[in-house]
T-cell receptor
Framework: SQQGEEDPQALSIQEGENATMNCSYK?????LQWYRQNSGRGLVHLIL?????REKHSGRLRVTLDTSKKSSSLLITASRAADTASYFC???????????FGTGTQLKVEL | DGGITQSPKYLFRKEGQNVTLSCEQN?????MYWYRQDPGQGLRLIYY???????QKGDIAEGYSVSREKKESFPLTVTSAQKNPTAFYLC????????????FGSGTQLSVL
């Protein structure tokens, strides 16, 4: 079963605008990660936020985590055409190394 | 360069045939994973291995088999029992001290003839 559900499923914005995508999950987690996937390629890790953290930044990326609502958001500021990709959240629960992925948001940044 | 290599990039399976997807890593990672991705969907875990000679079923293991005889290699066999094998297959690994992030291969697209 998939732990996370991303929202929206698809997002189209103009270059320079901000893009926000959300992830909801079902069970308690140790950490939540965001990955990016270009079409037909493998996933690339973007950022990790632990369950005791509320916000984290990495370059143009900002991630928030609300464990009471079991949700996270990924904000990409000043988007570029090269940001066009699918973005997935993934959660780790318990002490194991098993990551469960959400359904993804397809982001298209137009010139 | 260090990384994960999946081969082949494209694979075709005839009905009733078993096919094996290769995954090799030179990152010295202990844990390796196989995920299946259907068009427009997320990743679903097929099998994972946390150490050599040990592996566990994921969420959709039926019709698949794996082995982990070497640390570097984690091949996935799609058996004839898997009735809907067409998908994009992704191999990943994770190592201690890597901040718990997965490293992915570039994937294998499997199609049925």
């Amino acid at each position: 079963s998939q732990q996370g559900e991303e929202d929206p499923q698809a997002l189209s914005i103009q270059e320079g605008e901000n893009a926000t995508m959300n992830c909801s999950y079902k069970t308690s987690i140790n950490n939540l990660q965001w990955y990016r996937q270009n079409s037909g390629r493998g996933l690339v890790h973007l950022i990790l936020i632990r369950s005791n953290e509320r916000e984290k930044h990495s370059g143009r990326l900002r991630v928030t985590l609300d464990t009471s609502k079991k949700s996270s958001s990924l904000l990409i500021t000043a988007s570029r055409a090269a940001d066009t990709a699918s973005y997935f959240c993934a959660t780790r629960a318990g002490g194991g190394n098993k990551l469960t992925f959400g359904t993804g948001t397809q982001l298209k940044v137009e010139l | 360069d260090g990384g994960i290599t999946q081969s082949p990039k494209y694979l075709f399976r005839k009905e009733g045939q078993n096919v094996t997807l290769s995954c090799e890593q030179n990152l010295n990672h202990d844990a390796m994973y196989w995920y299946r991705q259907d068009p427009g969907q997320g990743l679903r875990l097929i099998y994972y291995s946390q150490i050599v000679n040990d592996f566990q079923k994921g969420d959709i293991a039926e019709g698949y088999s794996v082995s982990r005889e070497k640390k570097e290699s984690f091949p996935l066999t799609v058996t004839s029992a898997q009735k809907n094998p067409t998908a994009f297959y992704l191999c990943a690994s994770i190592g201690a001290g890597e901040n718990e992030k997965l490293f992915f291969g570039s994937g294998t697209q499997l199609s049925v003839l």
